[in-house]
């Protein structure tokens, strides 16, 4: 019955997942793995958003609000920005903002190396996908995005990019915004990490999409809320689009509570801070300048795959960047973890 299969899914794709690498770290009887491969946050989720989400599970026999109001008001509350839409985790509004805007056959330009989704949710979505390579040193190559982008209907830039953590200033932004006809979509999955603030951009531009996650600093990757600053033209739209419910009442309820928890935020950052400074000075091999919570390490001569099997076999679970499109094949991924998981991944990778 594999016949009944759309062909774009038959050639290759799907998501990479990092579980091999703890299948490997578990073969070797290590029972204290560290896991750094998923850019979460390893702290627990915050006890008001546990609260929350505890509150709102007894009325799960009902339908979720389809408003969103809670999360709206705490997003609103939180940010200075008016117009949001909501959905499962930012791969959910990702997927569906496409859902809303591209047209079969019509062009979607990525700048790779880059996540892996955009180029899966528009290719489920039929768009022709035009990549736009990046510098050597990572940066992006405004003047060639530009000249490719100008007649693409989204263009979807990240910043901080995952995997090579830096970060796109806001002049070249700006330029890329002022000079195509399509949307930005501009992945904001790390920003709190940064010093960098793009929402002012907003107030400018109707063509500017920010995805915003939970996923990361707010420790909720395993219930799925995403979000984006969005044009006043677009919810609308996006809710004709959508499914019917895009965030269910347990996630809202924790992902409104979270956001007004600035403590649990503001720790984890500046944990972050100070580890990535720390795996820059102390790891032998070179470490790319990052403003996330994970860095890209070259491991030359080693392939991406090797160092992932060798750091695994220590019980660090670290990302292959193998399989980003546009990468040599000798970088890993690795996020910011727990004190003892930092300690065992530095020490893990300079005795390799
Ligand atoms: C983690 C991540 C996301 C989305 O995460 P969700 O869990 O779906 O909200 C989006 N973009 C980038 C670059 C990411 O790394």
Redesign the pocket.
């Known amino acids: 019955m594999e016949r009944l299969v759309r062909s774009c899914y038959k050639k290759k794709g799907g998501y990479a997942f990092a579980r091999k690498a703890e299948d490997i770290a578990r073969e070797y009887g290590i029972t204290k793995i560290a896991r750094l491969a ?2 979460e946050n390893p702290d627990p989720l915050s006890p008001l958003a546990l609260k929350a989400a505890q509150e709102a599970l007894r009325t799960v026999n009902r339908y979720p609000d389809e408003k969103v109001n809670v999360l709206m008001a705490a997003l609103r509350t939180h940010y200075p920005h008016e117009h949001f839409v909501t ?8 997927e569906t903002i496409f859902r809303t805007l591209v047209e079969p056959g019509e062009k979607v330009v990525i700048s790779n190396p ?2 892996s ?1 955009y180029n899966l949710a528009a290719m489920g979505q039929g768009a022709e996908v035009a990549t736009v390579l990046r510098e050597k040193d990572f940066s992006v190559d405004t003047k060639k995005l530009i000249r490719e982008a100008k007649d693409a209907k989204v263009t979807v830039l ?1 910043s901080p ?2 995997p090579t953590g830096n970060a796109t200033p806001i002049s070249d932004v700006e330029e890329i915004l002022e000079s195509i006809e399509g949307l930005l979509f501009l ?1 904001n ?2 920003i709190e990490f940064s010093d960098i603030d793009y929402i002012p951009l907003m107030k400018k531009h109707e063509n500017l999409v920010l ?6 600093v707010y420790s909720l ?1 395993g219930l ?3 979000y984006a600053f969005t044009p006043r033209w677009l919810p609308p739209w996006y809710a004709r689009a959508g499914t019917p419910f895009t965030v269910n009442s347990v996630s809202m309820a924790a992902a409104a509570a979270a956001l007004s928890d600035n403590d649990h935020a503001t720790r984890y950052i500046a944990h972050v801070r100070q580890w990535r400074k720390r795996f820059a000075e102390e790891i032998r091999y070179p470490v790319m300048p990052s403003d996330a919570n994970f860095v890209m390490i070259d491991v030359a001569p080693h392939t991406s795959d090797e160092m992932v099997e060798e750091l695994a076999r220590k019980g660090v679970v670290v990302r292959s960047c193998r399989s980003f499109t546009g990468l040599e094949d000798h970088y890993i991924r690795a996020n910011v973890g727990e004190d003892w998981e930092n300690e065992q991944f530095i020490a893990g990778i300079n005795s390799v």
């Open positions: 998923s850019n959905g499962v985790g930012m791969d959910g509004v990702i880059t996540f989704f990240c990019n995952n992945d999955a790390y995805g915003r996650t939970m996923s990361k990757a799925r809320v995403g």
